[in-house]
């Protein structure tokens, strides 16, 4: 396996994020979705090599930040690489002085559900039809979920 290092990206990076988007088949954001959180938001990428395998989108809010998108290439699952960049957006989120971490997930993503399950996050709720379908017509639910922060209010 190669080894894996990680940076910031910026809106030069878009070229190799559209390709993630396309390798991990389940994204739906548009470009300028992804331009607007390039140039404004906190994006962790993970790359092996020259190659971006995996992206976190975090955004800053008033004593909390958000999980926007967390995109892993399949080739690269069941590796360690999301919990790796949830750990360091708590730490963003840490520097921001955020209470805690919130994000919302497809009601059908089992395997998201269990990696932050077992990491410590919360369920808080469900929005009901929020997502459209990605297979087939119709809408589907959403998780709510947050996370307290170490040493921050709850």
């Known amino acids: 396996m190669s080894e894996l290092h990680y940076r910031l990206l910026n809106g030069l990076d878009w070229p190799s994020v559209q390709a993630l988007c396309a390798q991990?088949?389940?994204?739906?954001w548009s470009?300028?979705?992804?331009?607007?959180?390039?140039?404004?938001?906190?994006?962790?990428?993970?790359?092996?090599?020259?190659?971006?395998?995996a992206v976190l989108v975090l955004q800053s809010g008033y004593l909390q930040a958000e999980v926007l998108n967390l995109l892993v290439d399949p080739q690269?699952?069941?590796r360690g690489i999301a919990?790796?960049?949830?750990?360091?957006?708590?730490c963003q989120a840490q520097l921001w002085q955020a209470e805690k971490l919130l994000l919302e997930l497809r009601y059908s993503n089992h395997a998201a559900?269990?990696?932050?399950l077992k990491s410590g996050w919360r369920l808080d709720g469900r929005r009901r039809d929020y997502y459209p379908r990605l297979e087939?017509?119709?809408?589907?639910?959403?998780?709510?979920?947050?996370?307290?922060l170490a040493g921050q209010a709850e």
């Not at 991990?24 to 739906?28: P, R, T």
């Not at 087939?136 to 307290?148: K, V």
């Open 24 to 28: 991990e088949g389940g994204d739906h």
């Open 31 to 53: 470009q300028p979705q992804w331009a607007s959180s390039l140039s404004g938001d906190w994006v962790m990428g993970a790359f092996a090599g020259n190659s971006l395998v």
């Open 76 to 78: 690269w699952r069941r």
């Open 83 to 90: 919990q790796a960049l949830l750990e360091q957006a708590r």
């Open 113 to 116: 559900l269990n990696l932050y």
């Open 136 to 148: 087939g017509q119709g809408r589907e639910d959403a998780w709510l979920m947050s996370l307290p």
